[in-house]
């Protein structure tokens, strides 16, 4: 069997406590959600069919021991487990940036989940069922918030109070529509709200500008 992916390159980080560290990423083609601010649209249709020989060939060919497996949604791709596992048996750290709304349960436990928990602002707000599965992450993992508005901030932080998140997880992730939420703005609310969060910016768009691919 092949998987569907848009691109494999490596490049820095730009999100998550990991943001500046070298990694390949694999970003795979498709997404069965549409959220108004998504800066990765080329990647829900087209793509080329990899095998996972091929992938882990690609991989190998860059010097870096992280990988991060992105899209569109990863999870998508019915092989997405085995690659996971078989990159982790030779020896690389594996995360993956998923929307949260694709169970995730299948991967091996030593992959690291970036979920992004879905604001109503982005027009594909998480429903109960999804943000319930957030108390099933371990204190490796990570849950992002995309903030369209400071009505999103409110929701998120009654999200993380109501499942209790602070300190289940590595992180709580807020993070501004680029080009649409003032960052002053966005660290002004989480300094009153109390959360113990991190505002992240995409290090990737301040590098090299918001429209590059491949970066």
Same mark, same amino acid.
């Given at each position: 069997m092949a998987m569907a992916v848009t691109e494999i390159f490596h490049s820095i980080q730009g999100e998550s406590t990991r943001a500046g560290r070298p990694c390949v990423f694999i970003r795979f083609t498709g997404c069965d959600l549409r959220c108004g601010y998504c800066d990765t649209t080329y990647?829900?249709? /087209? /793509?080329?069919?990899?095998?996972?020989?091929? #992938?882990?060939?690609?991989?190998?060919? &860059?010097p870096t021991r992280y990988v991060t497996l992105t899209g569109g949604e990863p999870l998508l791709q019915k092989e997405l487990p085995e690659l996971a596992r078989e990159l982790i048996e030779r020896g690389y750290e594996v995360a993956i940036e998923t929307h949260g709304q694709a169970r995730w349960d299948r991967l091996p436990p030593e992959v690291i989940k970036i979920v992004d928990a879905k604001t109503p602002g982005s027009g594909e707000c998480a429903t109960d069922e999804h943000l319930s599965w957030l108390r099933n992450l371990g204190p490796r993992d990570e849950v992002k918030f995309v903030i369209c508005s400071e009505a999103d901030f409110r929701w998120a932080v009654d999200v993380v109070r109501r499942l209790e998140l602070?300190?289940?997880? =590595?992180? +709580?992730?807020?993070?501004?529509? &680029?080009? @649409?939420?003032?960052?002053?703005?966005? =660290? =002004?609310? +989480? +300094? =009153?709200? /109390?959360?113990?969060?991190?505002?992240? %910016? @995409?290090? &990737?768009? %301040? #590098?090299? /500008?918001?429209?590059?691919?491949g970066v």
């Open positions: 990647s829900f249709h /087209g /793509g080329k069919k990899w095998t996972r020989e091929e #992938i882990l060939a690609e991989v190998a060919r &860059h602070e300190g289940r997880v =590595a992180a +709580l992730l807020f993070s501004p529509v &680029h080009g @649409q939420v003032d960052p002053k703005d966005l =660290a =002004a609310w +989480l +300094l =009153a709200s /109390g959360i113990e969060g991190r505002l992240q %910016l @995409q290090l &990737h768009k %301040l #590098i090299w /500008g918001a429209e590059t691919r």
